[in-house]
């Protein structure tokens, strides 16, 4: 198994995980649809969806992606320790479910917001702002680990100093 097929399979693993999180949501939704409102509605029912998309183009398109992730695969790249590539790849593919978690959260927080037509009042400040903070800076980092997989990898593989006793 080449790098190329190791981050298709990674990525259909995660497509798949993103259908059974967007079927658990759906079933959240259908049993709570008496108390959510028709503008609430509207906001629980956008993740999902988002959910669903994520989870076809990560299982049925995932040539494109992997091709991305593992670009060197014909090469058969190997790193001076002697492996394919695995390291970069794993960096990758955790950066694909860290963003693939945080997107519909993001995405469900400010419609949320949006939704509700005003500013929370001082009490309630905290925690929607804290979690938006918390989902962008996910965000952020799963893309930095989607575009930069060599920086983390070459940062763990740096030779440690010397202990002094």
């Not at 190329?4 to 959240?28: E, K, N």
């Not at 993001?106 to 500013?119: D, Q, S, V």
């Amino acid at each position: 198994m080449n790098s190329r097929q190791l981050a298709r399979l990674g990525l259909g693993l995660i497509g798949v995980w993103a259908l059974l999180d967007a079927l658990t949501l759906f079933t959240q939704i259908a049993s709570n649809l008496e108390s959510l409102g028709s503008e609430f509605l509207f906001v629980a029912a956008v993740p999902v969806v988002l959910l669903l998309g994520l989870s076809y183009v990560l299982v049925f398109h995932s040539a494109g992606l992997a091709a991305t992730i593992a670009p060197d695969a014909d090469e058969g790249a190997a790193s001076d320790h002697g492996t394919p590539d695995l390291a970069r790849i794993l960096v990758a593919l955790l950066g694909v479910m860290l963003l693939v978690q945080a997107i519909p959260r993001t995405l469900n927080l400010i419609l949320a917001f949006f939704a509700a037509g005003e500013f929370p009042v001082a009490p309630n400040l905290v925690r929607p702002i804290g979690n938006f903070i918390g989902d962008a800076v996910q965000v952020a980092i799963a893309i930095y680990l989607i575009m930069r997989p060599d920086r983390l990898v070459e940062y763990l593989r740096r030779p440690r100093p010397a202990q002094t006793d």
